[in-house]
């Protein structure tokens, strides 16, 4: 051992030596040709785009990969204005782009759907197919938050030490945070994920599923029962609670969840008497009801959301064991998914059968997600060719199981939104726990 190491040590010394002098011999041949040479520091030049030429992509590298993976577009008349330049997987989902020379562009892998997807890149308007397909791999994993499954109870404290009672509205804030709301008893608390922590925000009536501003910085509450006073809570007050209205004049089911459309100038509701209605946010005391007729009368609850990419709404009626499309204007009420016997049975919308759906929220892409509560999964609705089908959970297996998504179990999922990162948050009921549903 003591000769192998002394034998590399000659060898490294050797080959100091004979670097250095090589380096130094240049330096001197260097010198020695001054008048003759003049050093130019090279300089890093781009391509400018040529309308007149097409844009051309030879080669994707890597040629998989999944979310956050970094990627290299080698091709031609790129240009090197990264404002004039778009690259898109999968027909909707646009790349982080870092830098370009004209001939290579250099990005981020965006979400997407599991498969060898499309890749298109876009300059000043002009479109260019790739020749490839880029295999997208999903890596999905069902988690638990905060809370423990299947124990009930109220402290505030760590994620792992809190305790919640059951859950009736979820929504996903900025900074990692998660406001969760206690229906039944009357709690509104706040998960700060990055800090290990939950804290009470407010405590006092009867509510359900909030809505949030896209930029995730104020969070409304609708009282359950008449009066149905209305609360928010922003970030610009520390997410203190603030009162709108003390209540909505002329309405008097009871009202599960709130929604914003895409001006969030008005608060959306449906009452379980069938009133469809908003109410102006500058002006509470302005209420509309835009009909008094929406969908079938369902005694118990029904659930709100309002779907950016379509500027619709869409309402989940547990009884009724459906989900209704709502038009923007409230006027027109179609059947969207289920309305069958009662089921779990995954496949085109409207021939599929579903158990109880509560919570609604939607993906970037416009697909909807709902939890159906005593089918005990989280299920999925296509916006592109309409099939429904289950993403995590077990039809009619109750549990707290972590893991892949379809191995793992719910105890009466009730409630889910999405954050900026498409990671899905599940509060459920009977289970008093908040769970993550993360794809990437």
Same mark, same amino acid.
């Given at each position: 051992m003591k000769r192998k190491k002394s034998s590399m040590n000659v060898g490294y010394v050797l080959k100091t030596v004979l670097s250095t002098f090589s380096i130094l011999f240049l330096v001197g041949l260097l010198f020695s040709c001054k008048e003759d040479y003049a050093y130019v520091t090279p300089t890093y030049v781009s391509t400018a785009y040529d309308s007149s030429k097409p844009v051309e992509i030879t080669a994707i590298l890597p040629d998989? =990969?999944?979310? /956050?993976?970094?990627?290299?577009? /080698? =091709?031609? &008349? %790129?240009? &090197?204005? *990264?404002? /004039? @330049?778009?690259?898109? %997987?999968?027909?909707?989902?646009?790349?982080?782009?870092?830098?370009?020379n004209g001939e290579t562009l250099y990005g981020i892998m965006p979400k997407q759907e599991d498969g060898f997807n499309e890749v298109v890149v876009t300059v000043d308007g002009k479109e260019s197919k790739s020749p490839q397909t880029f295999r997208y791999v999903k890596v999905e994993q069902v988690s638990t938050v905060a809370g423990k499954s299947g124990v009930g109870g109220y402290t505030d404290g760590t994620l792992i030490d809190s305790r919640f009672g059951k859950i009736s509205g979820i929504a996903s804030? #900025?900074?990692?945070?998660? @406001?969760?709301?206690?229906?039944?008893?009357?709690? #509104?608390?706040? #998960?700060?994920?990055?800090?290990?922590?939950?804290?009470? *925000? %407010?405590? =006092? %009536?009867?509510? =359900?599923?909030?809505? #949030?501003? /896209?930029d995730r910085t104020r969070v409304y509450v609708i009282q359950t029962v008449s009066p149905h006073a209305i609360y928010y809570f922003a970030r610009e007050n520390s997410w203190t609670s603030k009162r709108l209205t003390s209540g909505i004049a002329n309405v008097t089911g009871q009202i599960h969840s709130c929604a914003l459309d895409n001006d969030e100038k008005y608060l959306y509701f449906r009452d379980h008497n069938g009133k469809f209605g908003r109410v102006e946010i500058a002006n509470p005391q302005n209420v509309e009801i835009l009909n008094s007729n929406c969908g079938k009368v369902d005694k118990e609850t029904s659930y709100l959301a309002f779907n950016p990419v379509e500027n619709c709404f869409y309402l989940s009626l547990q009884n009724a064991q459906g989900i209704y499309k709502v038009s923007h204007d409230g006027q027109t009420v179609e059947d969207y998914a289920g309305f069958n016997s009662i089921g779990g049975k995954d496949g085109p919308r409207l021939e599929a059968t579903l158990r109880n759906p509560a919570g609604i929220t939607f993906d970037k892409s416009g697909n909807l997600y709902f939890c159906d509560s005593q089918g005990y999964t989280l299920r999925k609705i296509s916006r592109i060719d309409g099939m429904l089908t289950t993403v995590a959970g077990q039809y009619q297996k109750s549990g707290g199981v972590d893991g892949l998504p379809l191995e793992s179990t719910f105890n009466y999922p009730y409630v889910v939104c999405m954050d900026d990162e498409e990671n899905f948050f599940i509060g459920e009921r009977w289970g008093c726990v908040v769970r993550k549903f993360a794809v990437e």
């Open positions: 998989s =990969g999944g979310y /956050k993976t970094p990627f290299v577009i /080698k =091709g031609s &008349n %790129f240009g &090197n204005d *990264l404002s /004039k @330049i778009k690259v898109i %997987f999968n027909g909707d989902r646009e790349a982080v782009l870092v830098s370009t804030v #900025v900074g990692n945070n998660l @406001i969760v709301c206690e229906g039944d008893d009357g709690r #509104v608390r706040m #998960v700060s994920i990055d800090d290990n922590k939950v804290s009470t *925000l %407010f405590s =006092g %009536f009867k509510l =359900g599923q909030p809505a #949030v501003t /896209k």
